[in-house]
């Protein structure tokens, strides 16, 4: 595929390959930008702002309405090759796709609902006689980083709300999952003025660098790790920034829970597109009186999912993303072992599988608890009570996701009051997320919210307008 720069198609010498890690097959190989091509998307974007600025409300509805359209008629494509390029099995990126089509008409909708406000002026001293309101208008040229492991939703978490508040964009893609993200910019750009929509593909360090430094760019939205997050944060300057930087997610689950349905929604959160997700389940942490009940139908859950190749509609578990990856889900469980943990099943490995694992024993200091583990991995945690639960799931530079289970309004609202993250859950697990709520965290888990309505207020700034009619 190639790279997209005021609506014309671009290419290098220098192509880059996206491997898939089922197979390690070539799926595709994609153009490495240079300096030169970041800039020249950096130009597309600002001089196209007029274009988006002069179209109405009315307009960007109806562009975003035929953009999901088309996204629909090419869901099945995009879905297999989401698969192809991250291993995802086919039912989970078939679900991304009704996700992000869901998404960009909650952004078509909020395009017709970036509402000002009238602003009491004679209220404060001098104000008399004075009327005054706020309108809101377009940062300008929106910077979109996105990982692999949602290329199509992440994305459009970010474009959509962009282009529903008449910003221009600039798409970066992760390097080992560009095409399916590359596909969605395609199709947008099939439904805006030329040099609205822009991708950019290759080294992360270069094209996010000069992204990140150059004063055209007036927003970044970023999702990635917190290293990352934190340099973007550094040297930005005064550009706005939302950064969504991963989780350690907590599920709680007390003595009085369903256990059945706790079971069946931690097996979900834990082992979701092989634990490869910012909001999964990272820390299991079980109330004493429970934890041999609850481990033992853990288990038996575990051991009913199937490990294969993701293009098959019965997978549940595909491969991670790549062979660095493997190896250091391996060696974190290895450490965990090695300081006393036990595996109560999985901790097999094949290629780029990680079978889904069950781990006991685990203390909060265990490097696969202190910090955030990216693989099919339920470490279960013992906690004496709800007071020690909630401590531990607190003891965490991270805080994105949460949830606890119980049957106690009482100790649920204990838990959603106490618990240290940007959203907490009751009877469901920390993975739980829809497209239209506020999503975003806290501590090392970033700043800002994504959701479309809170993404699209995020990229809008605001003037005030006053009338003296004295």
């Avoid at 942490?285 to 041999?292: A, H, K, L």
């Avoid at 994105?400 to 469901?428: D, P, Q, R, W």
Wanted: aromatic fraction near 6%; include cysteine.
């Amino acid at each position: 595929m190639e790279m997209l720069i005021n609506s014309k198609h671009i290419s290098t010498e220098e192509r880059m390959e996206v491997t898939n890690p089922y197979d390690n097959s070539i799926v595709d190989t994609i153009p490495v930008a240079d300096e030169k091509i970041v800039h020249d998307a950096i130009k597309s974007a600002k001089n196209s702002k007029n274009k988006m600025t002069n179209l109405s409300s009315r307009e960007i509805y109806y562009r975003l309405t035929e953009a999901c359209t088309e996204l629909k008629e090419q869901k099945e494509d995009i879905a297999k090759i989401i698969t192809k390029e991250t291993g995802k099995p086919i039912n989970g990126s078939l679900y991304e796709l009704d996700r992000s089509i869901e998404t960009l008409m909650f952004a078509a909708e909020e395009s017709k609902r970036v509402y000002g406000e009238n602003v009491p002026i004679d209220a404060g001293l001098g104000g008399e006689g004075v009327m005054a309101f706020t309108k809101k208008i377009p940062l300008g040229v929106v910077a979109a980083i996105t990982p692999f492991n949602y290329p199509v939703n992440l994305a459009i978490h970010k474009l959509a709300p962009a282009l529903a508040a008449r910003n221009t964009v600039i798409l970066k893609p992760s390097k080992e999952a560009p095409l399916s993200g590359l596909m969605l910019a395609e199709i947008l750009a099939n439904h805006f003025p030329e040099g609205v929509i822009n991708t950019l593909t290759g080294s992360g360090k270069l094209i996010g660098d000069l992204l990140v430094t150059n004063d055209d760019i007036n927003k970044i939205s970023f999702t990635g790790s917190v290293p990352i997050g934190t340099h973007i944060a550094k040297n930005a300057g005064m550009k706005k920034l939302t950064l969504e930087l991963g989780g350690n997610d907590p599920t709680i689950v007390l003595k009085d829970a369903d256990i059945e349905k706790a079971v069946s929604d931690i097996v979900n959160g834990a082992y979701l597109f092989s634990g490869q997700v910012c909001m999964g389940v990272k820390r299991v942490i079980v109330e004493r009186d429970i934890i041999d009940e609850f481990t033992e139908n853990l288990v038996k859950q575990t051991g009913k999912l199937k490990v294969g190749n993701p293009m098959n509609k019965d997978t549940d578990i595909g491969p991670l993303i790549n062979t660095k990856a493997v190896e250091y889900v391996n060696e974190v469980v290895n450490d965990a072992v090695s300081n006393g943990a036990n595996v109560e099943i999985g901790a097999k490995v094949k290629n780029n599988f990680y079978w889904p694992t069950v781990l006991t024993g685990i203390k909060e200091d265990m490097k696969i608890v202190s910090n955030e583990t990216f693989g099919p991995i339920a470490p279960i945690i013992e906690a004496q009570d709800i007071d020690e639960a909630i401590n531990i799931a607190n003891n965490s530079k991270y805080g994105l996701n949460a949830g606890v289970f119980t049957e106690n309004i009482h100790s649920a609202l204990k838990c959603v009051n106490s618990i240290e993250s940007g959203s907490v859950f009751v009877n469901k697990a920390s993975t739980f997320r829809t497209d239209n709520m506020p999503f975003g965290g806290f501590k090392n888990s970033g700043m800002g919210k994504e959701g479309i309505k809170y993404a699209v207020e995020d990229m809008c700034k605001t003037k005030l307008i006053g009338f003296n009619l004295n």
